[in-house]
């Protein structure tokens, strides 16, 4: 199937086209290949195993534990280490 999205819902369309064509090991190799760090995904079932709570609820625990202010200061604060442990020239 030859994927060409023309219409003004084409992200709807991407997403429809990945969920039907792509398995998930494609789906994180494209995005690896797209300049996205995949190698360390978060799944509902790592929630789920460990706490009774519906997928939706475990999404939003990810959600939540994932996007907090002080997980993403450290996160950028240790690219910042470890690109300086590199010795890579800041812009």
């Not at 494209?30 to 300049?35: W, Y």
């Not at 996205?36 to 990810?62: M, R």
């Amino acid at each position: 199937m030859k994927f060409n999205p023309t219409s003004d819902t084409a992200r709807q369309e991407v997403l429809e086209y990945a969920k039907t064509q792509m398995t998930t090991d494609e789906a994180r190799e494209f995005l690896a290949e797209q300049g996205f760090f995949t190698g360390n995904l978060w799944h509902i079932e790592d929630v789920t195993s460990s706490y009774e709570c519906s997928d939706k609820d475990a999404y939003k625990v990810l959600e939540m534990a994932l996007t907090n202010e002080y997980l993403m200061e450290q996160i950028a604060d240790t690219i910042y280490l470890v690109a300086e442990d590199l010795n890579l020239e800041r812009k």
